[in-house]
């Protein structure tokens, strides 16, 4: 059976995936990020996925925060099932200065991201998934090596900050697989790469 690859971000309306303050400047997902909706959308994409791709950044950010959240009595229901699925999941982080990757089931990569996924894919196991990370989505839709997006499209105009989409990248067709509306206005969406 073919492993699913699956991009799953944020965008504003704008087309942003940070604010204008730079990597970190993310305050205007988190009201439609802490919504059930969402909340639920993060495990119907996560649920399939056996393998994680990272970026450095988010799998540092990610690293500094999810792990504990599995044991916190007082955290969302939905929270502790994610941390502990990304606990226990395979993490593949993408990084040219990291020497070592210590949280538990985690491998720094040895190649570019289209490279590393045509391996994954030839081996056993459930969908693959990028968690947010913007340069190995764009090296893998630039390798036509993603299968799914999974965006939570927030209503917000954040008027600066990085772009997931840049020029350059090769034209595609994506057919609408779901829609579902959050609490807070935000869409949690998925497009399914229409190939020949």
Same mark, same amino acid.
């Given at each position: 059976?073919?492993?699913?690859?699956?991009?799953?971000?944020?965008?504003?309306?704008? $087309?942003?995936?940070?604010?204008?303050?730079?990597?970190?400047?993310? %305050?205007?997902?988190?009201?439609?990020?802490?919504?059930?909706?969402?909340?639920?959308?993060?495990?119907?994409?996560?649920?399939?996925?056996?393998?994680?791709?990272? $970026?450095?950044?988010?799998?540092? =950010?990610?690293? %500094?925060?999810?792990?504990?959240?599995?044991?916190?009595?007082?955290?969302? #229901?939905?929270?502790?099932?994610?941390?502990?699925? @990304?606990?226990?999941?395979?993490?593949?982080?993408?990084?040219?200065? @990291?020497? +070592?990757? #210590?949280?538990?089931?985690?491998?720094?990569?040895? =190649? +570019?991201?289209?490279?590393?996924?045509?391996? !994954?894919?030839?081996?056993?196991?459930? *969908?693959?998934?990028? @968690?947010?990370?913007? %340069?190995?989505?764009?090296? !893998? !839709?630039?390798?036509? +090596?993603?299968?799914?997006?999974?965006?939570?499209?927030?209503?917000?105009?954040?008027?600066?900050?990085?772009? &997931?989409?840049? *020029?350059? &990248?090769?034209?595609?067709?994506?057919? @609408?697989?779901? %829609?579902? #509306?959050? +609490?807070? =206005?935000?869409?949690?969406?998925?497009?399914?790469?229409?190939? *020949?």
């Amino acid at each position: 059976m073919t492993r699913t690859v699956v991009a799953n971000f944020s965008l504003s309306l704008d $087309g942003r995936t940070n604010g204008a303050g730079g990597d970190y400047d993310m %305050s205007w997902i988190v009201p439609h990020a802490i919504t059930e909706g969402a909340r639920e959308h993060m495990l119907r994409v996560t649920g399939p996925a056996t393998t994680a791709l990272l $970026g450095r950044k988010n799998y540092e =950010g990610f690293g %500094s925060f999810w792990p504990s959240v599995a044991d916190d009595e007082n955290a969302a #229901p939905q929270d502790r099932t994610f941390s502990r699925w @990304l606990n226990e999941t395979e993490k593949v982080v993408f990084s040219t200065t @990291l020497t +070592e990757a #210590p949280w538990q089931n985690s491998r720094i990569a040895d =190649g +570019e991201p289209a490279d590393v996924v045509k391996r !994954l894919r030839a081996q056993d196991g459930g *969908d693959i998934i990028v @968690l947010a990370s913007s %340069s190995v989505i764009r090296a !893998l !839709l630039a390798a036509d +090596e993603i299968d799914r997006l999974s965006i939570t499209l927030a209503p917000e105009l954040v008027g600066g900050g990085a772009r &997931l989409f840049e *020029d350059g &990248l090769p034209a595609t067709s994506w057919k @609408l697989a779901a %829609s579902t #509306p959050t +609490e807070s =206005g935000a869409l949690c969406l998925f497009y399914d790469r229409v190939r *020949d």
